[in-house]
């Protein structure tokens, strides 16, 4: 229960409560918690799905390649002779995984910088529009003509220069 001033209110985030005023508001609530987190789940999930089929990948690619090439070698080779032929065919394949695994590692490093420098630059962007936006407010409470109608335009400029406004005429 929550006191503010002399009255009380009991907030429910059970949603399994149905008596309480407060319930369908905890039920509308829940699920949008349960769906970010299940969404997080699940994009992890699919992650490590895709780590652990790429590791699989790989060791198939390390033994299987190097039997499927010297399996037809000849009859009479032996088992050292075996065994050097297939670490021959082995380490430019492992060299061919190690690189192709560094381009996909840089590839996804490059490509989470850049998303992470998008948001940084729009939520930046927002925080100059909201900037300025408070400032065309203190204006429009100023006393004197000049600078309210100076913040009138300035709000109007924000209006047409903020990114996602449409036009209206």
């Known amino acids: 229960m929550m ?8 907030v429910c985030l059970d949603p399994t409560r149905h008596g309480d005023r407060n319930s369908s508001r905890a039920r509308a609530f829940a699920p949008s918690v349960l769906r970010v987190t299940s969404r997080n789940v699940s994009q992890a999930l699919t992650w490590a799905l895709a780590a652990v089929v790429a590791a699989g990948l790989m060791v198939l690619a390390i033994w ?4 499927l090439v010297t399996r037809n070698a000849g009859p ?3 088992g050292a002779t075996r065994l050097k032929a297939e670490n021959d065919v082995r380490t430019p394949v492992v060299a061919a995984l190690a690189v192709v695994s560094a381009a996909a590692l840089t590839a996804g490093v490059t490509w989470r910088a850049t998303k992470t420098a998008q948001t940084t630059q729009r939520l930046s962007e927002l925080a100059r529009i909201t900037d300025l936006y408070t400032k065309a407010i203190d204006q ?6 000049a600078v309210q109608t100076g913040g009138i335009y300035a709000l109007e400029r924000i209006v047409r220069d903020a990114p996602g406004t ?3 005429r």
């Not at 006191?3 to 009991?10: A, D, I, K, L, P």
């Not at 299987?64 to 039997?67: A, E, I, R």
């Not at 429009?140 to 003509?145: C, E, R, S, V």
Request: proline content about 4%.
């Open 3 to 10: 006191m503010h001033g002399r009255h009380r209110h009991r």
């Open 64 to 67: 299987l390649v190097p039997w």
């Open 76 to 78: 009479g080779l032996t």
């Open 140 to 145: 429009l409470g100023n006393d004197h003509l």
């Open 166 to 168: 449409t036009k209206r």
